[in-house]
């Protein structure tokens, strides 16, 4: 029930923002609709889990700001290779094993490492992360070891 509620909650906040319309009679219209569509998706069983996440809890709230910073951080560095007039590319295929115990969890960490700048996850096999980066410095693990910890940390939020 509490899936149905978040649901139903997200759908008519991303209705409110996307048509503007405060007058009653719209706002009874999205209610109206995000509640067909959340009963819909609750009797064809997609609104699983992985499809909506509460099981993360307020963790993730933790984890995204740090993941902006170091979104922000590899931008700088891919920017610094790019205005480089030697080009210090290297480009590097390695692979990690990731610590997460769900492929939400999986999901999140090799969305993180495409998200950053200069590094994209190629392929995922079960704990296996292959991953493509522009240097050798990006994927030197320091950075990867922390992401991995950090993902784990988040997967684990309703659990601990």
């Avoid at 980066?133 to 320091?142: A, E, H, M, Q, Y």
């Amino acid at each position: 029930m509490l899936r149905a509620i978040g649901l139903g909650a997200i759908l008519y906040g991303f209705w409110l923002v996307l048509s503007g319309h405060f007058e009653p009679l719209l706002m009874g219209f999205g209610v109206a609709s995000s509640a067909l569509v959340t009963y819909l998706a609750m009797r064809m069983d997609v609104a699983d889990q992985e499809g909506l996440p509460l099981q993360l809890g307020g963790r993730v709230w933790i984890y995204v700001p740090w993941l902006m910073k170091e979104i922000f951080l590899a931008n700088l560095r891919v920017a610094k290779v790019i205005l480089d007039p030697k080009l210090p590319v290297s480009p590097i295929l390695v692979h990690y094993r990731a610590s997460q115990k769900t492929d939400l969890g999986r999901a999140i960490y090799a969305n993180s490492i495409t998200l950053t700048p200069g590094t994209i996850t190629t392929r995922v096999v079960g704990d296996d992360l292959e991953i493509h980066s522009l240097t050798w410095i990006d994927v030197d693990g320091r950075e990867e070891d922390e992401m991995d910890r950090r993902c784990t940390w988040v997967e684990q939020g309703g659990s601990h």
